[in-house]
Every structure is written in C-alpha cells, then in structure tokens.
C-alpha cells in the first residue's frame, strides 16, 4: 500500500523566511504533483514534476523530485502572506485511472 | 477555462437520507474521481471511474455507491447518510496523461 507523508504538517513562518516542506512516499513512482488549498476552497494545482531530477519554479515556490530517495521538497523563499495556505504533495502512476495517493498537507502560516 | 462542477457547495441532510452529489467536468476527461477530506486525515479516495458505466473502489467506499452514466457525469451516492459522512467532498477528473487532476469546488456536507 502507497504511503505518503508531509512534513511538517503545520508550519509558521516570518514574511521573509526560507523553508522547506518534505513529501517522501513509500512505493517507486513515475509522477509527483504539488497542490495549494486556500482555506474553504477547493484545491489547484501548483507543479508537475514527472522525472528523476526535475525541479520547477514559480515565483517564490520551488519543487523538486528525487526519485531514487522517494523525495520531494517544496521550498519556500522570502515568504509573504498570500503564501498562506494548506499545501499537498500527491503520487501517481501510469496507467492506474492516473489515480493519485495525496500525503496529510502542511497548513503554511506566513505572519507579518 | 475548464471546469469541474460540484452542484452544491453545501449540504445539510439528515441521518437514514440517501444524499447524491453531482459532478459534471466539460474538458471530455476519461477519469473521475470523488475523494472525501477531513481535519488531519488528507484526501480520502471514495471511488473512481475510468469510463462510461466503469467504476471501481478507493480506499474507504463503505457506505457510498457512485453512477457514470455519461463521461462528463460521476454521482456519488450515500445510500444512507450517517453522521459520520459529515466531510467535504471533492470530485476530481483526469485524462490517461501526465497532468494530474483537475479540481470542483467542494460540497460541505453536514449529517444530522
């Protein structure tokens, strides 16, 4: 059974911080992605990392994957508030209905 | 702009009801999904579907049922709600690439 954990699963943060989420899962897979949940809405997607290696950015967010560790990390640069948010980390496979397995969340608090 | 359409945002049923929420995507996705989401568990996979008339168990599909009559259709039905199905529910659907899901905006359901 596919297991995927997030750590931490709940972390705050200063405006200008650095800091990194982790997502390790338990089962070789051949896709990762990245996901943001605003509080009482529903979740989008933040990356697609599909490759040993791969690595995306968009803005103050980085992802990267490391398939041979079962890693991936979420990093966070000079953080502000509308960075606060819940984020998941979820596994998939090919040709399973592209079903994925999500890991617990971290809720990411920015503080003034 | 490709949607995913949950019918309802919130819910309030009462025990012994059966309760159907609907979920209608209009990209012509092969896949859909409804996950359940509570306080410190992550996504819940309830049942999926992978085509027309096609369906098959998650993780936790005791006490739900699900209908695809139609590709851009997934209902999940709860043949007999309990307090214990008071959650968010979130449909999801997916084509057989790389892309991950894209996400309706929930229904809140509460149980009484």
């Known amino acids: 059974e596919l297991k995927v954990e997030q750590n931490p699963l709940f972390l705050s943060m200063q405006e200008g911080k650095n800091y990194t989420i982790y997502c390790n899962y338990s089962?070789?897979?051949?896709?990762l992605y990245w996901y943001r949940q605003d509080p009482g809405k529903s979740l989008e997607s933040l990356f697609v990392?599909?490759?040993?290696?791969a690595v995306k950015q968009e803005g103050r967010l980085m992802a990267s994957l490391d398939t041979k560790a079962r890693l991936s990390t979420l990093h966070i640069t000079a953080a502000v508030h509308d960075l606060s948010a819940t984020y998941f980390c979820?596994?998939?496979?090919?040709?399973?209905?592209?079903?994925?397995?999500f890991g617990t969340g971290t809720r990411l608090q920015v503080t003034l | 702009d490709v949607k995913v359409t949950q019918s309802s945002r919130y819910l309030v049923k009462r025990t012994g009801e059966k309760v159907f929420l609907e979920c209608v995507q209009d990209?012509?996705?092969?896949?859909m999904f409804w996950y359940r989401q509570d306080p410190g568990l992550g996504l819940r996979l309830i049942y999926f579907s992978y085509d027309v008339k096609m369906k098959e168990k998650g993780d936790i599909p005791e006490g739900y049922s699900v209908s695809r009559e139609k590709k851009e259709r997934f209902s999940l039905i709860l043949e007999s709600a309990s307090t214990n199905q008071t959650s968010m529910y979130l449909c999801?659907?997916?084509?057989?690439?790389?892309?991950?899901?894209?996400f309706g905006s929930g229904t809140r359901l509460t149980v009484v």
């Open positions: 990392l599909l490759s040993n290696g």
């Open positions: 999801a659907s997916s084509n057989f690439d790389s892309y991950g899901y894209t």
């Open positions: 979820a596994v998939g496979f090919t040709g399973t209905a592209s079903k994925l397995t």
């Open positions: 089962t070789t897979s051949d896709r």
């Open positions: 990209m012509d996705h092969e896949n």
